[in-house]
C-alpha cells in the first residue's frame, strides 16, 4: 500500500505549520529540522541573490508563521533576514525581497522585532527599483505606526521616527525621499503625527532640489489633492442613483435580489453622506510653523531665482501669499514682483489677482500695495479692454481694499465711482460694490452723493490711521439690555419659590408683551444720543453678565443701527434676521469673488448656431405640415403635376392677358343679363 503524501511532514510545510501551533511542544524536532534546513539554504542563496528559490520562500514564511511558538530558538531569525535584505538590497531577486519584507511584517505583527529596527530597513529599501515593492512598503509603514499611536502616542519612537525621515528627506535618491514625504503626509492627515515637528520638517521640502518632493509640500500646505478627488469622483460615477434602482425595480420582475440592491444602495448613499464634508484646507499646518516670517522670505527668494515652469512659481506664489496674509507678515518686496505679473494677457491671471488680495492686510503700509492697485486700475479698468477684463479688474481693486481699506486714495476712488451708471451690468454691479463696501469703511472719500443717506452704524465710525488699532472698554449695542431685567428676574424666581412653600394655588396666567408697550420702549432708545447710548452700554457691560439671549439682543441692534437713519430713526416694525458671522478676519480670498461676473455673457455667432443645431435635432422641419396621412397611400395629380418637366404642362398654363375695355363692357352686359333672367 503506498503512503499518503499528505503525511510526510518534512516536505508539508502547511500541514507541519498546523500542526505546531496545536502542539509546539511535540513537533519541536521537525521544526529543528526545517530551521537547519533554512540556515544551509540561505548560505547557498547568498552565493546567487539574483536567482529565485522556491524552498527558501516556502521556509521563510514557514519560520514566520511558527515564530510565536518558539521565541527562543528564533531570537535571531529576524536579524538574519535584515542582514540579507541589506546586503542584497538592490541585487536580489524582486519575488524573493518581496517575501523576506512580507516575513519581517508577520514577525512586527506579533511583536517579534522593534518597529524602529523594521521601519529603517524598509526606507533603505525604498531605493530599489521596484514600484510595487515601494507602495507595499508605504502602506505597511502608514499603517503600523497608526496602530502604535492608536491607543498612546509613544513619544519616543515617533521622534525617533521622524527624525530619520528628516534625514530621508535630505536623501539623493529621489524616489525614497519623495515616499517618506507622503508618509508624512498621510499621518498628518491621519491624525497620527499632527503636531508641530512634523509641519516643519515637511517645510523643509519645499526647498529640496528635487522638483518633485518640493511640488508635494507645496500641495500638502496648499490643500490641493487632485487625486483624490478623481479617485472619489470616479467611485460616485460608478455607484447607481437610488431613485434608478427603484425605478428599474418597478418596471423589472420583483425578487428579493433586487431589493435587498437597492437596501444596500440607499445604505452606501447615507454612508457617502456623512463622509462628504467642506473642502478643507491645512490651515492647522500654517499655524503649526515656528518661523513663518523666515519661511516666507526664504520661499520667495527661492521664487525670484527659480527657473521650473510657470505652474510651480504659481504654487510658490500662493503659499508666501497666504503665509503673509495668515500671519500678517511684512515682505514688502512681494508686492511689486507680483505687480509685473498683473496685465490680461498673462496667463492664470485671475489667479493672481486673487493672490495679490490674499497678500494685503491692515498692517502693510499703504504706499507698498498702492504700485498693485494703480497696475490692476492701469492694466484692466480702462475702456480699450472688454467688459469682463474691467469687471474682474473692480473685484480685484475691492478685495484688496476690504483687507487694506487705506490703499485707496479719494480721486481714484471717485473715478472708479464713475463705473455705476456703465451699459455692462457686470462693471456696473462691480463698481457698485466697491462704493457699497467705503460705505461702511471710510464715507468722507467718496462723493456726497454716493455716501447714501446716513446710518447710526455710519455716524459713530472713527476714522482710522495707519496702524492705530479700535479698542474699546464697552460691548457695542449693549444699551439695548436693561438693568433692571436682571434684578426682577430675581425678584420673581424668589417669590415663586415663597408661593410655592406657602402651597397657594396659582392661576395660569401669562404676561403679553403690548404692541404699544414696544413702541414706548422703542421712542425710548430713539430719545438717546450717540453719546447716551455710549455711556449706557459701558454701564450695562460693567454691571452684568451677559448669556447667550443678551447677544443675539446686541446683535439685532447693531444690524438695525445699519438701516435706521441718525435724525429720524425709523421704528422697526420686524425685526431684523440676525445671521451667523464667523468672527474674526478672513485669512483667504475666494477665487469666486473676484470671478463674480453678473449678467449673461454675450455668445458668438458660431456658439449661438451650435445651440440652435443643437435643438433642431431629432425634431421635423419648423412649418412643413405632414403630407400625407398614410406612408404607403398613392400622391394627388396635383402633387404628379409638381415633378413632372415644364415643357410637358405648358400647354395647360394660360398666359394672363390683360383684358381690353370693349371686352370688360361685354362681360358686364352678360352678367347684368344673367341677373334679370334670374329675378
Excluded at 248 to 271: G, P, Q, W
Aim: charged residues 35%; glycine residues 2%.
Amino acid at each position: 500500500m503506498a503512503k499518503r503524501v499528505s503525511n510526510q511532514l518534512p516536505n508539508n510545510l502547511p500541514q507541519l505549520q498546523n500542526l505546531i501551533k496545536r502542539d509546539p511542544e511535540s513537533y519541536k524536532d521537525e521544526f529543528l529540522q526545517q530551521y537547519r534546513h533554512f540556515k544551509s539554504t540561505l548560505e547557498v542563496f547568498d552565493l546567487s541573490p539574483d536567482k529565485f528559490n522556491s524552498n527558501l520562500d516556502e521556509l521563510v514564511m514557514f519560520l514566520a508563521q511558527v515564530a510565536k511558538c518558539y521565541q527562543e530558538d528564533l531570537k535571531e531569525f529576524p536579524e538574519t533576514l535584515v542582514e540579507a535584505l541589506r546586503k542584497h538590497s538592490t541585487v536580489i531577486d524582486p519575488d524573493m525581497r518581496l517575501s523576506f519584507c512580507r516575513s519581517l511584517i508577520l514577525l512586527r505583527n506579533k511583536n517579534l522585532i522593534s518597529p524602529a529596527e523594521i521601519h529603517q530597513l524598509f526606507f533603505q529599501l525604498l531605493r530599489c527599483q521596484d514600484k510595487s515593492l515601494r507602495t507595499f512598503l508605504k502602506d505597511n509603514i502608514i499603517n503600523d505606526i497608526k496602530n502604535i499611536n492608536a491607543k498612546h502616542k509613544d513619544i519616543r519612537l515617533n521622534s525617533t521616527l521622524q527624525n530619520f525621515m528628516y534625514s530621508m528627506l535630505k536623501d539623493s535618491h529621489a524616489i525614497a525621499a519623495k515616499t517618506s514625504l507622503d508618509v508624512m503626509i498621510s499621518l498628518y492627515k491621519k491624525n497620527v503625527w499632527k503636531d508641530e515637528k512634523t509641519v516643519n520638517v515637511i517645510t523643509t521640502a519645499c526647498f529640496s532640489k528635487i522638483t518633485k518632493v518640493m511640488v508635494t509640500a507645496l500641495k500638502f500646505f496648499l490643500g490641493s489633492d487632485d487625486d483624490e478627488e478623481e479617485e472619489k469622483d470616479s467611485d460616485d460615477e460608478e455607484m447607481p442613483t437610488v431613485k434608478e434602482v427603484a425605478m428599474a425595480n418597478r418596471v423589472n420582475k420583483k425578487t428579493k435580489k433586487r431589493e435587498k440592491m437597492l437596501e444596500n444602495i440607499k445604505k452606501a448613499h447615507k454612508k457617502k453622506k456623512k463622509k462628504e464634508k467642506a473642502p478643507q484646507f491645512n490651515f492647522s499646518a500654517l499655524h503649526l510653523i515656528h518661523d513663518p516670517q523666515e519661511l516666507a522670505e526664504k520661499l520667495f527668494k527661492k521664487l525670484e531665482a527659480l527657473t521650473e515652469k510657470f505652474e510651480v512659481k504659481l504654487m510658490l506664489l500662493e503659499l508666501v501669499s497666504r503665509l503673509i496674509g495668515t500671519h500678517q507678515l511684512l515682505l514688502l518686496n512681494f508686492y511689486p514682483y507680483i505687480a509685473r505679473f498683473l496685465a490680461p494677457h498673462q496667463r492664470e491671471v485671475v489667479r493672481l489677482l486673487q493672490f495679490s488680495a490674499q497678500s494685503c492686510h491692515e498692517h502693510v503700509p499703504p504706499d507698498a500695495i498702492e504700485p498693485v492697485i494703480r497696475t490692476i486700475v492701469n492694466n484692466f479698468v480702462t475702456e480699450r479692454n472688454s467688459n469682463e477684463v474691467m469687471a474682474v479688474g473692480l473685484n480685484a481693486v475691492r478685495e484688496i481694499c476690504t483687507r487694506a481699506p487705506l490703499v485707496m486714495d479719494e480721486d481714484l476712488l471717485r473715478d472708479l465711482a464713475e463705473y455705476k451708471s456703465h451699459k455692462d451690468k457686470a462693471v456696473m454691479m462691480a463698481s457698485r460694490s466697491l462704493i457699497q463696501l467705503y460705505r461702511t469703511t471710510n464715507p468722507e472719500l467718496l462723493h456726497k452723493k454716493d455716501r447714501g443717506r446716513p446710518t447710526e452704524a455710519v455716524a459713530s465710525l472713527q476714522k482710522r490711521e495707519f496702524g492705530q488699532d479700535e479698542v474699546m472698554d464697552y460691548v457695542p449695542g449693549a444699551e439695548v439690555l436693561n438693568l433692571q431685567e436682571e434684578e426682577a428676574d430675581d425678584s420673581k424666581g424668589t417669590k415663586r419659590k415663597r408661593e410655592d412653600s406657602e402651597g397657594e394655588e396659582e392661576s395660569d396666567w401669562e404676561d403679553v408683551a403690548h404692541s404699544s408697550d414696544e413702541e414706548e420702549e422703542e421712542e425710548g432708545e430713539e430719545e438717546l444720543t450717540l453719546e447716551e447710548k455710549k455711556a449706557k452700554a459701558k454701564e450695562v457691560t460693567l454691571g452684568r453678565i451677559l448669556t447667550d439671549e443678551d447677544f443675539k439682543k446686541i446683535d439685532a441692534a447693531q444690524l438695525k443701527k445699519q438701516v435706521s437713519s441718525v435724525r429720524k430713526g425709523k421704528k422697526m416694525k420686524t425685526e431684523p434676521v440676525v445671521e451667523e458671522t464667523t468672527g474674526g478676519r478672513e485669512e483667504l480670498v475666494s477665487l469666486e469673488n473676484i470671478e463674480m461676473i453678473h449678467g449673461r455673457k454675450k455668445n458668438d455667432k458660431e456658439a449661438r448656431m451650435e445651440s440652435i443645431m443643437k435643438g433642431r435635432e431629432g425634431r421635423e422641419k419648423f412649418g412643413r405640415r405632414k403630407q400625407k396621412m398614410n406612408e404607403f397611400s398613392s400622391t394627388t395629380n396635383k402633387q404628379k403635376n409638381k415633378k413632372k418637366n415644364f415643357s410637358m404642362m405648358k400647354h395647360k398654363i394660360k398666359k394672363k392677358v390683360k383684358k381690353s375695355f370693349r371686352e370688360k363692357q361685354m362681360d358686364l352686359q352678360k352678367r347684368l343679363l344673367k341677373q334679370q333672367k334670374f329675378k
